[in-house]
């Protein structure tokens, strides 16, 4: 599959060789025009030109994820459309109820309904659960509405985010106080 662009590289350019002119034959002798004969082995010269290297790589990598991807795809298909073929229409045995996948006729449709999306009825009540969160938000926010209106009303309630103190330092400062007026009592003079 890699090999497929170098592949038509070369044979491009065999193909760009062959367009030139045939030599000519005669007598077992080739003789060619388009043939330069250098006997001095000089100096040559290599043409610069832009790399094609990150086109030919792009080429590549395209044709092996292509074929990675669909030769599998392609297979799967043709066994499923073959092999298994669509369902067909039965009646429905007593005492059994269908699977939510079983109501598709396409295997593969069948397959992706099976493993891949959730089941209907567990899609509903998850959305009836969410309905019924958020009306129990709507009542507390109402309930919250309505406290904050009364105790503006009467103004004389503490409000309800009011974070009471810990007793217990308060009935530890108080037993240390009765037990200071037991010892000394009512008449305490400096």
Known sequence: MVSWSAL???????LLKNQTKPPLK????NFS???????????KVMAL???RWQWHKFKDMFHYYAMVGLIPVTA??????VFIGPAELE???????????????????RFIARYIHNNPQQDYEKFMHFIDEEQQKAKLRALEKEIIKK???????????????????????????????NRVGDDYKD
């Open 8 to 14: 038509g590289r070369s044979f491009g350019i065999n």
């Open 26 to 29: 005669a007598h077992n002798v």
């Open 33 to 43: 025009a388009s043939k330069i004969l250098n006997g001095d082995h000089g100096h």
């Open 49 to 51: 030109q832009p790399s």
């Open 76 to 81: 799967i298909i043709f066994y499923a459309n």
């Open 91 to 109: 009646p429905i045995p007593e005492g059994y109820t269908p699977k939510h996948w079983e109501y598709h006729r396409h295997p593969i449709t």
């Open 151 to 181: 105790m503006s009303e009467r103004q004389d309630y503490q409000a309800y985010y009011y974070r009471p103190m810990v007793n217990k330092y308060l009935r530890l400062q108080k037993q240390v106080g009765d037990d200071i007026y």
